[in-house]
C-alpha cells in the first residue's frame, strides 16, 4: 500500500521526496518507501471563464447577459499543464494508493490548489495536511507526526473558494458590463480596481498640487540657529528679521526628554517587499520570487505571511539561527538577544514571521545570486535589529525671545544606539544633531536673515509606498486590534500590482509607479462602489471571517451576488456621453525588450521601439490569435523561453549550461521547425542563430510549463 503525497512545486516536493525516502524518479513524480511524491505546477484546474458556461454567455458582450451568476460552479483542466493533471489523477486513483497527504503551500491559495485537483479527480480517498513553515529537513518530519485530517481545514478552502468566486463574480460581469456600457474594453477587478483609483488619486493630488512658498526668520547663535514659527507674509518676515538682526536673543526654556525608539518587528512578506523596493529598488513581485526561491532552497521560512512574530515552540531555534547569522554576516552583536520580543502565541495565525533557517550554517551564501543574496541580508538583520535593545536618544528643545518673538531649536542626542547599530538603512527622518549645553537664562548675539521655505507636494507611490497603502486601506474604520486585512492579501499584492502593469493601466518610472491614460480613463468612468477601497477591504475582512470560522461562506457570497445584481440594474445601459479614446489593447508584451506589442495600420509592433515587429513573415500573415498565443499566452513557447532566459539573467540564477545559449544563439537552425515557430524567429531575427539546445526545448513533447520547469530547474 502507498501514500500518495502531493506537493505544489517540483522543489518542494522534492524536498520532501528526500524526507521520506521516495528516490525513484517517474515522469510526473517520484516513488519509493511507501511513498508517491508528485506536484502540481500552480493551478492545474480553475473556475471556466463564462464562455464556457453556456447560456450565451459565449456570445457578444450585452447587457441582456448580465448579471452572470452561475447556479452550479463549473471547472476546467488548464490547457498547458494537463498532462501533469492527468498523473496526478491517475496516482489519486491508484488501486494501491490508501491516502493522501497534501502538502500544497499552507495558504488559501494553496489549499484551494489540491482540493479543485482533488475534486476534479473525483477522487474520495481519506487526506491529511502537511503544515510546514520551513522546508528543512527537521520540519517536514517534524510536520509529519503533527498532520491534522482534511477536514480540519474546510474553512480555510472556504475562504480561498469565496475569493476566487467573489472576484469571477466582480470582474467578469464589471468587465462586460462596462465594457458595453462605455463601448470599449474595460478590465475590471476587485482588488486592481481600487488600487488603480488609489494611484491615479495620487497622481491627481502630485500634479494639482500647488506650492505654497513661506518664511522664518532664523537667528544664528553661532553653535546652533533658532527658528521662528511658519510666516506667510515675507514683509513681515523681513520686519521681524530687521528687528532680531545683532539683538540679544535670551534662551527662556531647555527641556529634555529621554525617548525610545522600540525595536522593529520581524518580516512579514508586506513589509519585507517594502523595505525591499526601498533600499533595492526590487518590485513587489521580485522580492516575492527572490524569498520564495530561499524558501525551496530551504533558506529562510515560508514567505506569504501575514505574521510578524513567532510562536513560542520556536523560541530555540530562532535563538540558534541569530547566533548563526551573526557569525554568517558579521554583526559582531554586542548585546544579549532577546528572543522574547519576537514571540507572541496571538499574533501568528496561519504562519509565522519570516527568518533565515540553520541551513544558512552549511551554505556558501557568498555564492548566492544578487536578489536572493540581499533578501536574505535583510531577513537575517531584521532577526537581529528586532531582538536587540531599545533605541534610546535624548530630545532637546531650546526656546529663545528676541525682540518679543519666539523661536525654537531641535537637536537630539544618541544616548544607547541599540538596535540601530546594526540597521542598514540610514535614518533620514531622524537626522536632527545635537545642541550645545545651553542654560536658561543666557544670552546669545543674534545674527538674523530670512529663510525661504516652499510647501512640499505629496509624492507619487512607489511599491513601498503603495503596499503600505494597500495593506492600510479602510483600517481608520477598525480598532487598533481588529483583525484586518486591507486590499488583498500578502499572498496577492504583488499579482495586482503586476497585473495593471500588464494590462497598461500603470507604468513605472524608475522606483515610482504613475498611472497611464489608460489607467485614468478607466476610474474616471466607473462608478465608485467598483473602486471603493473601504469596500474591497470589507469584504478582504470578511474572507478573513470566513477563514476563522465566523462568517459562514454563504452569508459572503450572497452579498456579493446581490452587489453584483445590483452593480448591472444601476449601470446596464448605454453612456454616450463618455467617449473612450481610441487605443488599442496590447496584444502581449515584446520578447526583445518587454515593452507593449500592439497592432497598427501595418500589422504589429513594440511600443519600445526596439525594431521588433510582425507584418507578413514567410509571406504568412499571422492571425490576431496566432500572434497572442506567441507573445502572450502559454502556447508562445518561443516568448516564454526567451523571456525566462532573460529573467534568469538577470537575476543572475541562469544556469550555466544556458548561458551560451542566451547570450549568443551561435548554432545552425534546426529544420525543419513548424510554420508558426519559424514565423516567430523571422520576426526576432533569429532564423539562422537558433540553438539545437533550445529547439530541444520547445519542439519536444514537453508543453511551456514544463519547458519553462526544465529552465528553472
Not at 490548489?113 to 480517498?125: E, G, H, L, P, Q
Not at 557568498?366 to 540581499?374: A, C, D, I, V
Not at 518561443?638 to 540564477?653: H, P
Request: hydrophobic share 35%; glycine share 8%; proline share 4%.
Amino acid at each position: 500500500m502507498s501514500i500518495l503525497i502531493v506537493g505544489e512545486k517540483p522543489s518542494v516536493s522534492r524536498a520532501i521526496s528526500s524526507v521520506v525516502g521516495a528516490d525513484k524518479v517517474q515522469k510526473g513524480y517520484t516513488e519509493g518507501n511507501g511513498y508517491i511524491v508528485s506536484w502540481c505546477v500552480g493551478h492545474l484546474v480553475g473556475l471556466k471563464y463564462p464562455n464556457g458556461y453556456g447560456n450565451g454567455w459565449e456570445q457578444k458582450w450585452s447587457f441582456s447577459q448580465l448579471p452572470m451568476i452561475p447556479e452550479k460552479w463549473l471547472f476546467k483542466v488548464t490547457d498547458s499543464t494537463k498532462a501533469q493533471y492527468n498523473i496526478i489523477k491517475d496516482l489519486m486513483n491508484r488501486g494501491d494508493v490508501t491516502e493522501i497527504i497534501c502538502a500544497t503551500d499552507a495558504d488559501r491559495e494553496g489549499e484551494c490548489i489540491f482540493r479543485y485537483v482533488y475534486n476534479m479527480a473525483r477522487c474520495r480517498k481519506p487526506v491529511k495536511r502537511l503544515w510546514v513553515s520551513s522546508l528543512e529537513e527537521s520540519a517536514i518530519r517534524k510536520a509529519l507526526t503533527n498532520m491534522k485530517p482534511m477536514s480540519a481545514y474546510d474553512c480555510l478552502f472556504d475562504a480561498g473558494y469565496a475569493r476566487a468566486k467573489a472576484d469571477w463574480l466582480v470582474g467578469m460581469n464589471g468587465s462586460r458590463l462596462f465594457s458595453v456600457r462605455y463601448g470599449g474594453k474595460l478590465n475590471i477587478g476587485r482588488v486592481q480596481t481600487p488600487t488603480l483609483a488609489m494611484i491615479v488619486q495620487r497622481d491627481h493630488d502630485v500634479e494639482h498640487f500647488v506650492k505654497q512658498k513661506y518664511f522664518t526668520a532664523d537667528l544664528n547663535c553661532g553653535d546652533f540657529i533658532l527658528s521662528s514659527a511658519r510666516i506667510d507674509d515675507e514683509a513681515n518676515a523681513d520686519t521681524l528679521v530687521s528687528a532680531c538682526d545683532s539683538k540679544t536673543v535670551t534662551i527662556c526654556s531647555v527641556k529634555r526628554e529621554v525617548k525610545t525608539e522600540k525595536a522593529p518587528k520581524l518580516y512579514d512578506l508586506t513589509t519585507l517587499q517594502r523595505e525591499a523596493n526601498k533600499a533595492y529598488g526590487y518590485t513587489a513581485q521580485q522580492t516575492l520570487d527572490y524569498t520564495q526561491s530561499l524558501y525551496e532552497g530551504k533558506l529562510v521560512t515560508y514567505p506569504r505571511t501575514d505574521s510578524q512574530y513567532l510562536s513560542d515552540d520556536m523560541a530555540q531555534t530562532a535563538f540558534d539561527v541569530l547566533w548563526l547569522c551573526d557569525n554568517i554576516f558579521g554583526f559582531a552583536i554586542s548585546h544579549t538577544p532577546d528572543i522574547s520580543k519576537v514571540i507572541n502565541n496571538s499574533k501568528v495565525s496561519g504562519h509565522h514571521a519570516i527568518i533565515p533557517t540553520s541551513k544558512i550554517a552549511s551554505t556558501d551564501t557568498s555564492s548566492l545570486p544578487t536578489g536572493e543574496k540581499n533578501i536574505l541580508t535583510l531577513i537575517a538583520t531584521k532577526l537581529i535589529c528586532a531582538t536587540a535593545p531599545a533605541h534610546k536618544y535624548e530630545a532637546v528643545k531650546l526656546t529663545g525671545i528676541c525682540n518679543g518673538a519666539e523661536f525654537t531649536a531641535n537637536g537630539r542626542t544618541v544616548l544607547d544606539i541599540g538596535w540601530k547599530a546594526y540597521a542598514k538603512q540610514s535614518d533620514k527622518k531622524n537626522d536632527e544633531k545635537a545642541l550645545p549645553a545651553v542654560s536658561e537664562g543666557q544670552n546669545f548675539t543674534a545674527k538674523a536673515s530670512k529663510g525661504e521655505h516652499f510647501t512640499s507636494p505629496p509624492k507619487p507611490y512607489t511599491e513601498d509606498t503603495l503596499l503600505s497603502a494597500m495593506e492600510r486601506a479602510g483600517n481608520e474604520d477598525y480598532a487598533e486590534d481588529t483583525e484586518k486585512k486591507g486590499l488583498g492579501t500578502p499572498a496577492t499584492r504583488a499579482a495586482t500590482i503586476e497585473a495593471l502593469v500588464k494590462n497598461g493601466y500603470v507604468e513605472r518610472d524608475g522606483k515610482k509607479l504613475r498611472s497611464t491614460d489608460k489607467g485614468r480613463e478607466l476610474i474616471t468612468v466607473v462608478p465608485d462602489e467598483v473602486k471603493s477601497a473601504k469596500l474591497t477591504a470589507e469584504w478582504e475582512s470578511k474572507l478573513q471571517q470566513i477563514e476563522h470560522g465566523s462568517l459562514p461562506e454563504s452569508v459572503f457570497m450572497s452579498g456579493i451576488q446581490q452587489f453584483v445584481a445590483e452593480m448591472c440594474r444601476k449601470y446596464g445601459s448605454a453612456d454616450k456621453s463618455v467617449t473612450l479614446s481610441d487605443s488599442h489593447e496590447p496584444a502581449g508584451r515584446c520578447p526583445k525588450c518587454g515593452a507593449e506589442v500592439i497592432r497598427g495600420k501595418f500589422g504589429y509592433y513594440c511600443k519600445g521601439k526596439c525594431g521588433m515587429n510582425i507584418a507578413k513573415v514567410y509571406g504568412v500573415e499571422l492571425s490576431d490569435a496566432q500572434v497572442e498565443r506567441l507573445l502572450y499566452s502559454s502556447e508562445g513557447w518561443f516568448s516564454a523561453v526567451y523571456l525566462n532566459l532573460r529573467t534568469l539573467s538577470e537575476r543572475g540564477v541562469l544556469p550555466s549550461r544556458h548561458s551560451d545559449i542566451y547570450a549568443t544563439f551561435t548554432a545552425a537552425m534546426i529544420d525543419p521547425l513548424p510554420e508558426q515557430q519559424r514565423a516567430f524567429l523571422a520576426v526576432m531575427g533569429l532564423a539562422d542563430e537558433f540553438t539545437v539546445e533550445m529547439a530541444q526545448y520547445v519542439t519536444g513533447d514537453g508543453d511551456a510549463g514544463q519547458i519553462l520547469s526544465a529552465l528553472t530547474e
